[in-house]
């Protein structure tokens, strides 16, 4: 069993120091639940929509790591904690919308996935501001085999097919995405994340838990909505939209290997998307082309 | 066999005016608060946007905390003046009458060539004069009232007391949902149901000047603003005239709906390169 703690918590703008700071005091209220991963938002430490401002808050991998690290000592946690979080990454020049895997009082950072799919369109406007990550891939944590993928990634089910095909055993999707379309029970985007969560998980038979960042930023308000989703496609847990929450909920591994032999449907994916692949390439046109189509 | 017969997909104006009631709450409260504002200052014109602005302002920071001003021009309707005490009494808020007449009337005394229409620009910014003053009497901000409809439409005053308001909570509803939410919020039968007017000048009225239903242009501009042709427009049963029209007033008022254009002469313009959130804040130092 591993305790998880799904924050949805509310950043401050632009300002690093005041939300590591937040970790850190959500942390200290749930010590007594004892959480070995804590699971945060999608540009948590910065807020979301920078524009420009990218630039002027992007931080390297080391900064990240040192500045984790100390928010972390100032705790006094007494044993390691695991601590997924997205930030905008800076290497050389170069700017990402990228989530970070850390063993805070470990090994220190583990895993860190920049985004594929930016969005742009609409309130988004990501590509003209960061770079397309390009990979997609499980790591080992010291629970198990898990892989991070960023909002709009989770949104192409091909993602967590590649994730779930690399081993993961839990997706961690940190994400930002703001309120629309208001003539539902709750927000359409957070129907549509809890519906997402749901069928990628029991696709694959994996863990999913999504940590989606809540707070209003200039009149956009970021839904919340957080879920974690369990390997038969249920729900564990379920933060309410737009107010800061924690989830507290366990992830056990060794469910997955009962039903995944009820549901094989990676196995069998497995098995079957070889057959695919030609076409696969056929529709993207690098083998036979578009025509190929009719 | 049962043969079930799908529900056509459809563009729809009706909201969950609940959800939509506490998302704008927050909004008010969440953004007054990173201003560093917990007070407001509503200009209350005995009409449905100023009325639903002010229960929602209200809901957001307590009646004592929100104030109504209420500024009538000699030719205002004397029914607004009943409407606005009694929105204003509904809520329990701080209620102030500041008559903008004389204001108004001193400007016009020094061009005899006035217009109705252009004395009502000059009473709609007169208003904005009071709104801005007001807030800072009280230490707030004062809210915007406009939707989405009249933003579209360009209809309205601009840099009027609507319009400048640093924060717009009903900026994103069309005139239709605005009447929903004031239904939701139950606000008097009477300021929901009368015809819209500004009150600017003697006989107007809002679907008057605009040549067509709020109720109807509503489902055109959804329509038109997410794509649709005209002739999808056309087959949900909308005149060709009306299409035209509303087309007409959105595609003529761009302008309108952004800050003054700047002539750009570096690759440091303001909102053409450097672009900041207006939410953006660097971090002090310790």
């Known amino acids: ?294 | 066999m049962k043969i079930i017969e799908a529900v056509p997909g459809r563009e729809v104006l009706e909201l969950n005016y609940p959800l939509v009631s506490d998302f704008l709450v927050r909004f008010v409260r969440e953004e007054l608060e990173w201003r560093g504002f917990k007070k407001a200052v509503v200009a209350l014109s005995g009409g449905v946007d100023s009325a639903v602005t002010l229960a929602l302002g209200v809901q957001a920071l307590g009646a004592k905390n929100v104030y109504a001003v209420y500024m009538p021009h000699a030719i205002s309707r004397p029914e607004s003046r009943e409407h606005a005490e009694l929105v204003a009494g509904m809520f329990g808020v701080h209620f102030e009458v500041v008559d903008i007449t004389g204001m108004v009337e001193s400007y016009a005394a020094q061009v005899p060539d006035i217009t109705p229409r252009r004395k009502g620009n000059a009473m709609a910014r007169a208003r904005t004069i009071v709104g801005f003053d007001k807030a800072e009497q009280y230490g707030g901000l004062h809210l915007g009232t406009g939707n989405k409809t009249e933003r579209l439409f360009g209809y309205y005053t601009w840099h009027d007391v609507a319009d400048t308001g640093p924060i717009n909570p009903l900026g994103d509803l069309y005139k239709t949902q605005v009447w929903g939410l004031a239904e939701h919020l139950k606000l008097p039968e009477a300021v929901i149901k009368k015809p819209p007017t500004a009150d600017l000048e003697l006989g107007q009225t809002d679907e008057g000047d605009l040549g067509i239903a709020y109720r109807r242009a509503d489902v055109i501009l959804e329509h038109y603003l997410k794509g649709y042709p005209d002739d999808y427009i056309l087959r949900l049963g909308y005149t060709e005239a009306e299409v035209a029209r509303v087309k007409h007033l959105v595609n003529t008022t761009h302008w309108k709906r952004t800050i003054p254009t700047v002539a750009v002469i570096s690759t440091t313009a303001i909102g053409e390169f450097y672009l900041r959130p207006l939410d953006f804040r660097l971090e002090q130092s310790p």
């Open chain 1, 1 to 294: 069993m591993i305790r998880h703690a799904v924050l949805q918590l509310k950043p401050e703008k632009g300002q690093i120091r005041k939300n590591l700071e937040r970790i850190a005091q959500a942390l200290s209220e749930l010590r007594s639940y004892k959480p070995q991963v804590a699971v945060l938002p999608e540009a948590f430490l910065t807020g979301y929509f920078l524009q420009g401002g990218v630039r002027e808050l992007a931080m390297t991998r080391e900064e990240l790591s040192e500045r984790l690290q100390a928010m972390y000592r100032s705790l006094d946690w007494g044993e390691p904690l695991d601590l997924i979080v997205g930030f905008y990454e800076q290497d050389g020049g170069v700017y990402y919308n990228s989530a970070a895997y850390l063993e805070l009082g470990g090994r220190g950072l583990v895993h860190v996935h920049r985004k594929v799919f930016l969005p742009t369109y609409g309130v988004f406007d990501e590509e003209r501001y960061i770079s397309r990550g390009n990979r997609i891939q499980a790591f080992d944590t010291r629970y198990g085999r898990v892989a991070l993928l960023i909002c709009e990634d989770f949104w192409h089910s091909l993602t967590a097919t590649i994730a779930a095909l690399d081993g993961a055993e839990i997706l961690y999707v940190p994400s930002a995405s703001p309120a629309r379309g208001f003539a539902g029970a709750e927000p359409a985007n957070v129907a549509r994340w809890k519906s997402l969560c749901q069928a990628v998980a029991a696709e694959h038979g994996v863990y999913v838990v999504l940590s989606s960042l809540v707070g209003l930023e200039a009149g956009k308000g970021l839904a919340g909505g957080s879920v974690v989703a369990g390997p038969e496609g249920n729900l564990l847990a379920q933060a309410p939209a737009f107010e800061e929450a924690a989830l507290i909920a366990e992830v056990d591994l060794e469910r997955l290997a009962p039903v995944r032999y009820d549901n094989p449907l990676l196995p069998d994916l497995e098995g079957g998307l070889p057959l695919l692949i030609p076409d696969l390439q056929r529709v993207m046109g690098q083998s036979g082309g578009r025509e190929g189509r009719a």
